[in-house]
């Protein structure tokens, strides 16, 4: 059984494939969604934990906070930094490690991820990392996919071609509101809403292909397939595209189900 430390470094790996600015620009709505879900005020101190290409990070910095943004994948640091220069954003985006932050007790207002902690090895160290850099009476904040949506189903259709190593901890587990109470540190109770966001495609078989290609998790699984096994996975992601489309017209128009969990660090 592979170590955590050997999980994160694969983790590393693969979320540094593929194109994953093309992917986070989907879920750029997200950012807006979880300041305001925190109610973020201008002039606080804003970490974004697995910041990604910066989605929340800019949003909060747009919201006048001094805002920190971290991520473990250089490029995607570089990608939001340069998000933040066109927009002439000032936001201080860094290297990091969620699971073992580098700045002090209570360093900041608001402690929040959107779509990124839920990513890391270690979930309990992650989260108590969360709340050991939120400040008393500050807020901790964070978007997470849900395991019975959209995004958990796609996981478990990679899955059944491409198995996860042993001892990884399922992303989606943050998308529950027992687990996040389970894992969040004393005093810290969460508050949960599951919503959705609509996710629209040229086709189900775009989507298929536009994940294949860009998506590092997806990517990645593929490329590990025999060629011959390949066109398998590609047919599930199809299928579960037309199985959950709204729309009628022969484009995709997917839900993906998330929580936003909002805690306050007594």
């Known amino acids: ?94 290297e990091g490690d969620a699971e073992a932050l580098r700045f002090e007790d209570g360093s900041f207002d608001y402690v929040v991820s959107a779509i990124g902690v839920m990513f890391t090895a270690d979930h309990p160290k992650a989260a108590s990392e969360l709340v050991r850099v939120c400040r008393p009476g500050g807020k901790v904040g964070m978007v997470n996919w849900t395991p019975a949506g959209f995004v ?29 109470k389970e894992i969040l540190a004393d005093g810290v109770d969460p508050r949960i809403e599951t919503r959705a966001i609509t996710m629209r495609f040229l086709s189900p078989e775009h989507f298929a292909d536009f994940f294949i290609a860009n998506y590092g ?19 599930d992601l199809v299928d579960l595209a037309k199985r959950t489309s709204r729309a009628t017209d022969g484009t995709a128009a997917c839900d993906f189900e998330y929580i936003v969990a909002v805690a306050t660090k007594r």
């Open 217 to 235: 998790p997806t990517l990645k699984a593929f490329e590990s397939l025999p060629e011959d096994d390949r066109p398998a996975l590609r047919r």
């Open 152 to 180: 958990g189903d796609m996981s478990r259709a990679i899955a059944k071609h491409v198995p996860p190593p042993p001892g990884i901890m399922p992303p989606g587990m943050w998308g529950t509101e027992d687990y996040l």
């Open 1 to 94: 059984m592979p170590t955590l430390e050997a999980i994160k470094v694969k983790q590393q790996a693969t979320w540094s494939s593929g194109a994953y600015d093309k992917i986070a620009w989907i879920t750029s709505p997200l950012g807006d969604t979880l300041c305001d879900a925190v109610d973020v005020r201008p002039g606080s101190k804003v970490l974004d934990v697995a910041t990604g290409t910066g989605h929340v990070a800019l949003a909060a910095a747009r919201r006048f906070c001094d805002t920190t943004g971290v991520d473990y994948v250089p490029a995607l640091i570089e990608v939001a930094r340069r998000r933040a220069e066109a927009e002439g954003l000032e936001v201080s985006f860094e």
